[in-house]
Nanobody
Framework: QVQLAESGGGLVQAGVSLRLSCAAS????????MGWFRQAPGKEREFVAVISGSGLTTDYADSVKGRFTISRGNARNTVYLQMNSLAPEDTAVYSC?????????????????WGQGTQVTVSS
């Protein structure tokens, strides 16, 4: 079992940066690929970014590539999402997820554990 808890969300103005954190329980954290997803009101859950268990491989949605950076600290059982140049369209609930697949996936169905999410609101 893995439990995930996100933090770092908030209300910010467009153009600023925000860093989300996701703390995981369990001693096998480094064996999981970790993903970030977001869901805006009235929309489906959307893939944002994913990082491999080793931290050596990442993948990003086109909408955030070049602005967001995913990283992880396996010693601290934490994954981060650095979000720069935030825009109103980034407003959503952001959730982290842990997946045991050996490949990096953009599909929520490939993730086994989910956090509760943290709200990010970007005003114009």
């Amino acid at each position: 079992q893995v439990q995930l808890a996100e933090s770092g969300g908030g209300l910010v103005q467009a153009g600023v940066s925000l860093r989300l954190s996701c703390a995981a329980s369990g001693r096998t954290f480094s064996t999981y690929a970790m993903g970030w997803f977001r869901q805006a009101p009235g929309k489906e859950r959307e893939f944002v970014a994913v990082i491999s268990g080793s931290g050596l491989t990442t993948d990003y949605a086109d909408s955030v590539k070049g602005r967001f950076t995913i990283s992880r600290g396996n010693a601290r059982n934490t994954v981060y999402l650095q979000m720069n140049s935030l825009a109103p369209e980034d407003t959503a609930v952001y959730s982290c997820a842990a997946g045991s697949r050996r490949y990096l996936s953009r599909s929520p169905a490939d993730y086994d554990y989910w956090g509760q999410g943290t709200q990010v609101t970007v005003s114009s």
